[in-house]
């Protein structure tokens, strides 16, 4: 994947590794910046897929996604499972808000990040299945 160089990159390095590791979809993004621009309130997974009309199971996926990244936390009380913006840290927080802010000014830019990062993932997953077909034929003959 050819990126510009870091004096021409319009997006920084920490906003292109938590898109890489840590927010690894569109959904995931919608739902972090979503519950962002409304710190403090618990939204369920089937409230949050209403208001940005997603599925139940992508609302799930990405609140799940999120949740183990730092991003989000749960909130439960009595027989409902909510959940709320909290990162992990200040350094997360603070990388967030450069994501926001990156995200308003150049919304192609930052979905074009996550699709090549999602392309990536897809192309290393093969390439290490195709790998581990040879290893395992190896075991087996020997």
């Known amino acids: 994947m050819d990126k510009p160089s ?15 590791i840590k927010i690894q979809s569109i959904e995931q993004l919608e739902v972090v910046l979503f ?34 990244a730092r991003l989000v936390d749960v ?3 009595d027989s409902t499972t909510s ?5 992990g840290d200040s350094n997360l927080s603070e990388t967030v808000e450069r994501l926001a802010l990156e995200y308003q000014q150049s919304p192609l830019e ?3 990040i996550i699709s090549a990062n999602a392309i990536e993932r897809v192309r290393t997953g093969t390439l290490r299945f195709f790998a581990d077909s040879f290893v395992l034929g190896k075991k087996r003959d020997g």
């Open 6 to 20: 870091d004096g021409d990159d319009p997006i920084g390095q920490e906003v292109r590794a938590l898109l890489s």
């Open 110 to 112: 930052i979905v074009r």
């Open 75 to 77: 909130v439960r009380s």
């Open 35 to 68: 519950l962002r621009e409304r710190l403090g309130h618990a939204w369920t997974p089937s409230a949050l897929a209403a208001k940005l009309h997603l599925t139940s199971s992508e609302a799930e996926g990405a609140l799940r996604q999120l949740r183990s």
């Open 83 to 87: 959940f709320r913006y909290l990162p």
